[in-house]
């Protein structure tokens, strides 16, 4: 190995950890604030791909048939479950914003789709049709099982991440898609040369990152998610609702898992079932870092993306191996760090 | 006995309808082939009950020791020219070697970091098995013999079937009797934390470490099997989905339950072949679709029926069999009291901190042979740090404490429990779910060693009849027979505090440590308690008791200790202590 393949295997490395630091730092966020281990974050990543994908082929994305079904069995089971505490005014609202508002979004894209208008539209639509999805899925898995312990969370979503994952084969097919670049063209940097992408992905990390931070920091509704993670009786007796933050995260995660699908689109071949392997690899950083902490996942992140790299290019075939052996000794490291509390306690 | 005489003969039934089901000749050979891979699925299944519903720890990567177990046989049959019944200890050999590498690290995770660990290593072994030229890569090994018996080799859907079916109707009676003994009920203890286990004895990481082992064993043996029923192996049925689909299994069937591993091994099976054959036509293209429909099954059994659907079948079936009480079994043999007056306890400069908090500072006290020593003080006072730092649930920042001029505080909780210190919570923790004849079972767990194998072939009925009628004996010395069969959980608070002094009893304690027995109690129970507490005084036996109820505590101890803030402000007779003004001020406030 040389200075080149060396520099051209960090700039690999970098633009992996970056989508590895959005996923983390969403992963962190869902965590702490329902206490779900969002597994299927990474099918967010694939069908933010996809459905530009689709879009680009002048074709409806399945996506946009999901989430109309998504909103009307959410509403539906809603009404089913909360029977005794409903009223006209709630149905109302129910079935403006989870059935009429996501069949109008599926007819108008059913409209719009072979007319081509462009990648600027294609994200935007993505965005508009998958990140509903988040506090849907919430709703219709994890908001009846609030109070279940972590491990039950935690088998609900990979239960989740099942469900999700054989829909994706259903609306994108077997195939796997590469998408067009946001800007296509490559400039030089010192000895190589440096995709316009690469650059997209760290520049939109970065302003995520910030955006995010400001988010938590300046706003109440980012304070409110905050106090939610501290302390979710707390949150309640202060009156934030706990429901609400709950479906705000999972709007979050949705987003941010879409955003890394459509920024490594044009970079890399996206099959239905490729999310899930990256979004793990998010996890990988979460979990170095505890599930606690956004600074240090992001540099986890990072970590795990050159760890990546540069596997790839020593034992190519044994990548996958290495970066998920590595996270057994984090695993034990961070199970003793946490302490002994006894936590197993339920039934 | 005729309960147990009806679910016997049900049990009879359904391993005939198992044998007869391939005799018919109007049973086609596809429910014949599809009812072998039940039983092969049924093994991991079983496996992986033990480990998640029984043992609280939950593997998504249950597939990858499959794996081991096939690719085992098929590396021995195939390069090697090995008979496959000859492979079956190097398949079994492997598997458990690298179950036990795994299980030595990861089943000491916590929480929700296991679970993350078997996610990880299933995709490792995964690219692992894929990868490796000598296991041909993802195309694996094909070519494998078929089991034979002689000259006639059991190709036939039919004839492996019976040899799948033998298997799994041993794995089901080892896996039932190894619960019904004294390792299993230490198994069964898992889920309630660790703390209440190692109280008596139980060493729980190595308690986890066999289920764990002993899990990964029978997916290697389905794993086995699997090799030369398919004739074939290569990574894909070993990797992660594989694994979220045993689960799904062991969810669905009910994860506390051994028949429930089966049952649930039935269903997905069934229905991932009827939904092979649907979907597929339904949406017009190739692919495991059914993954749909096995998610929103997992997600819809833990939202309506966290059990799983064997409790369900359980209600329509006979009441399962009491255990039965041999009262004329041998008694255990029991520990020598030490003499009367003798120091049993003592703790000397007794210091716990955490951070820069003293919830214990500088405390020392005795405790005496025959003498029930009372720890009081307000709320806040430190008494139950005490009490864990006597157990050996917490270690002391400094000073000594020693038990019978031995030093213990540098010792683990069940090093403790076995020299004779038996305890009872503050916070009650029973096994809810299992009966209050197992939980007092418990206690006696340090009292003698039948182990795994032995249990797994009923060698253990001798040394078990004997445990069972201690726990039986102190459950009548403390009036609650009456509820011997009933679960732990379905018992009134007070009943649940008098239980856990069955349990602690059943320890054969020199020294017994009463957190708050009184709180929750009836007037008569109180009564029955202080008579009790006398009793077991007279018999020699030392009690160091943490109470509220002044009354209770100045009736029944002889010594009291009285902490503030973590110091000890006086300590006397209790007729001393009640007239002691430093006493009356921490209680009362001062009275200016």
């Known amino acids: 190995m040389n200075a080149t393949i060396a520099l051209f295997l960090a700039q690999d490395g970098i633009i992996n950890g970056a989508i590895y630091a959005l996923l983390g730092v969403a992963l962190v966020l869902v965590f702490a604030v329902t206490r779900v281990i969002f597994v299927p974050q990474g099918e967010f990543v694939a069908w933010g791909a996809l459905t530009v994908a689709a879009l680009e082929a002048g074709t409806v994305p399945g996506t946009a048939w999901l989430l109309a079904v998504l909103g009307l069995a959410a509403a539906l089971l809603e009404v089913v479950r909360e029977r005794h505490a409903m009223s006209v005014a709630k149905v109302a609202v129910m079935v403006v914003r989870d059935v009429a508002l996501p069949f109008a979004l599926l007819g108008l894209v059913i409209w719009a789709a072979p007319m081509r208008l462009g990648l600027a539209v294609y994200v935007l639509v993505t965005l508009v049709l998958l990140v509903p999805m988040g506090p849907l899925i919430y709703r219709l898995a994890f908001q009846p099982l609030a109070d279940a312990p972590v491990l039950v969370l935690f088998i609900a979503a990979i239960g989740v991440h099942f469900s999700l994952l054989g829909l994706g084969l259903v609306f994108f097919g077997a195939e796997g898609f590469r998408n067009t670049p946001f800007l296509d063209m490559s400039f030089p940097l010192g000895p190589m040369m440096v995709k316009a992408q690469s650059v997209w992905i760290v520049v939109v990390t970065l302003l995520l990152l910030a955006a995010l931070y400001a988010f938590f920091e300046r706003t109440l509704l980012g304070k409110a998610l905050r106090a939610t993670a501290v302390n979710r009786l707390g949150a309640r007796l202060v009156g934030i609702p706990v429901r609400a933050t709950g479906r705000m995260a999972f709007a979050l995660a949705a987003a941010i898992g879409a955003v890394s699908g459509i920024l490594i689109g044009p970079l890399t071949t996206i099959y239905y079932d490729s999310g899930f392997l990256i979004g793990l690899k998010g996890f990988v950083a979460a979990i170095i870092a505890g599930l606690a902490s956004y600074p240090l996942t992001a540099l986890a992140a990072l970590l795990v993306g050159m760890l990546e790299s540069f596997s790839a290019f020593f034992a190519s075939a044994f990548k996958e191996v290495i970066v998920f052996s590595l996270l057994i000794p984090v695993l034990v490291w961070r199970s003793f760090a946490a302490g002994h509390h006894d936590d197993e306690e339920e039934e | ?592």
Not at chain 2, 6 to 13: A, I
Not at chain 2, 236 to 261: C, D, H, R, T
Not at chain 2, 359 to 383: Q, R, W
């Open chain 2, 1 to 592: 006995m005729a309960a147990a005489g009806s679910s016997f003969s049900l049990r009879l039934f359904a391993v005939a309808a198992v044998a007869v089901l391939p005799l018919l000749p109007f049973v086609p050979d596809f429910w014949i082939t599809l009812g072998g891979y039940i039983g092969l699925y049924s093994l991991v299944a079983i496996g992986l009950v033990l480990l998640t519903g029984v043992g609280g720890m939950t593997s998504f990567g249950q597939a990858a020791f499959v794996g081991f177990g096939a690719y085992a046989t098929a590396a021995l049959t195939t390069k090697f020219g090995f008979s496959p019944w000859a492979t079956l200890p190097f398949a079994l050999a492997a598997t458990g070697l690298m179950a036990l590498l795994i299980g030595l690290v990861t089943v000491k995770l916590s929480g929700h970091y296991l679970p993350l660990g078997t996610i990880a290593w299933g995709i490792s072994f995964f690219y692992l098995f894929g990868n490796i030229e000598w296991l041909g890569r993802f195309d694996g090994i094909s070519g494998l013999p078929p089991f034979s018996i002689g000259p006639i080799s059991l190709i036939d859907a039919r004839a492996v079937y019976y040899l799948i079916w033998l298997v799994v109707l041993v794995a089901v009676v080892l896996s039932e009797n190894l619960l019904d003994s004294r390792v299993g009920r230490a198994m069964r203890a898992l889920r309630g934390g660790s703390v209440a286990a190692e109280a008596f004895g139980v060493d729980t990481a190595r308690a986890k470490l066999i289920v764990f082992v002993y899990a990964a064993l029978l997916a290697g043996t389905s794993g086995w099997l699997y090799a030369h029923v398919q004739r074939a192996v290569s990574p894909s049925p070993f990797g992660l989905n594989a694994g979220i689909e045993y689960l799904l299994m062991a969810v669905l069937g009910g994860s506390g339950f051994v028949l429930g591993g089966v049952l649930g091994a039935a269903i997905v099976t069934v229905l991932k072949d009827q939904l092979q054959n649907i979907l597929p036509k339904l949406i017009g293209a190739d692919g495991n679709f059914e993954t749909i429909v096995f998610g929103i099954l997992m997600v819809a059994v833990l939202q309506l029926a966290r059990q799983g659907l064997w409790p369900f079948l359980m209600r329509l079936l006979p009441p399962s069999p009491q255990k039965a009480v041999e009262l004329s079994a041998e008694p255990l043999e029991r520990r020598r009291l030490p003499e009367r007056g003798m120091a049993v306890l003592e703790a000397e400069k007794a210091r716990k901190q955490f951070g820069g908090l003293v919830a214990v500072n500088d405390v020392s006290f005795m405790v005496k042979g025959g003498e029930i020593v009372g720890l009081i003080g307000p709320n806040g006072a430190g008494k139950s740090t005490t009490f864990n730092l006597v157990t050996g649930v917490l270690p002391a920042t400094s000073g000594e404490i020693r038990y019978m001029g031995r030093r213990i505080d540098a010792l683990p909780a069940r090093k403790i429990a076995e020299l004779g210190i038996a305890r009872t919570f503050q916070h009650v923790k029973l096994m809810p779910s299992m009966t209050l004849l197992e939980n007092v079972a418990i206690g006696a767990h340090s009292r003698n060693r039948p182990g795994v194998i032995s249990a797994m072939l009923r060698l253990d009925r001798l040394p078990e009849a004997r445990l069972i009628a201690e726990a039986a004996r102190q459950i009548e010395r403390v009036g609650l027979t009456e509820h011997m069969h009933k679960p732990a959980g379905s018992l009134a608070l007070g009943q649940q505090r008098i239980a856990e002094i069955a349990r602690a009893l059943c320890l054969d304690p020199a020294l017994l440590l009463l957190d708050e027995p009184a709180a929750g109690l009836r007037f008569n129970e109180k009564q029955q308690l202080a008579e009790l507490l006398s009793q077991l005084r007279a018999d020699g036996m030392s009690v160091l008791l943490v109470e509220h109820d002044m009354d209770f505590v100045m009736k029944v101890t002889n010594h009291l200790v009285v902490l503030d803030f973590g110091t000890k402000i006086a300590e006397g007779t209790p007729a001393e202590i009640s007239v002691n003004p430093v006493v009356l001020e921490a209680y009362l406030g001062g009275v200016e």
